[in-house]
């Protein structure tokens, strides 16, 4: 069976509006997910309300969709501008460890596990994040438990390195700006298809959109804006993606208001 992206459809729904009514959202999530079945819809909707992400109440023949506070603090983790404007004090976060050679596997479950937290690794077991870390640090030693010389320190300098040095040492800028240029050259950001496109045509369109635009952030850290490297293509990625947004509702809120 296909695999679904519950949380890319989520974060769909959140691009329109925070309350769809029926048929709509239900023929929109059927389509996303691209089957023809209404009973894929009802399992999308009961896997996102299961998930305490969307709610849904029925006033008589009408089903109301909303999505929950659970369900937009989700989105807003996952919204690059709050990374950018994320306040930093000038200090590094530095965890730093040693897992012997015979150890190998564990090794790399533990580099894993940070660079999922996009973790900037500045040199042979040294990691560097710019903000609090011991949320972070909690929760790899919570699931992969604890390494040997596993330690962390906070330090305003680092010695020989400027502020700029370290961020492009520790994190693969290079494969960044190709992803996000590629988002800004692919032809789906175009949003004037939208203007007259059905129901199908946007949610094909919108799983194209979230695909690319999921891997144009991928491997970035979200730094603050201070911190960004000169050549940094994230908020033309952000600009383009907000205005595929605007057109997507806009359009989608007019086959409502041509439905109701």
Known sequence: MKTIDYLG?????????????RPTLNNWLGEYAGYDHRASASRLVNRLQQEQLIRRTRSGKTMEFAITE???ARLRDSDPERGWQRAWDGNWRAITFDVP????????LLWKALRARKLGFLQRSIWVWPHDLQPIVKDIIRVEGLP???FGFTTRDIWLCKHAEIVACSWDWEEINRRQQAYLRHPAS?????ETASVEKLAEATRVEWSIYSSAFSLDPLLP??????????????????????ALAQRLLLLSSAKA
């Open 9 to 21: 459809i989520l974060e769909s729904l959140g691009w329109i509006l925070d309350k769809l009514s």
């Open 101 to 108: 050679e015979t150890r190998r596997k564990d090794r790399e």
């Open 190 to 194: 175009n949003t004037r298809a939208l």
């Open 225 to 246: 804006q201070r911190l960004l490297p000169p050549s940094y293509a994230g908020q033309s990625v952000q600009d383009r993606h907000k205005a595929f947004r605007r």
């Open 148 to 150: 040997e010389c596993f």
């Open 70 to 72: 659970k369900g937009w």
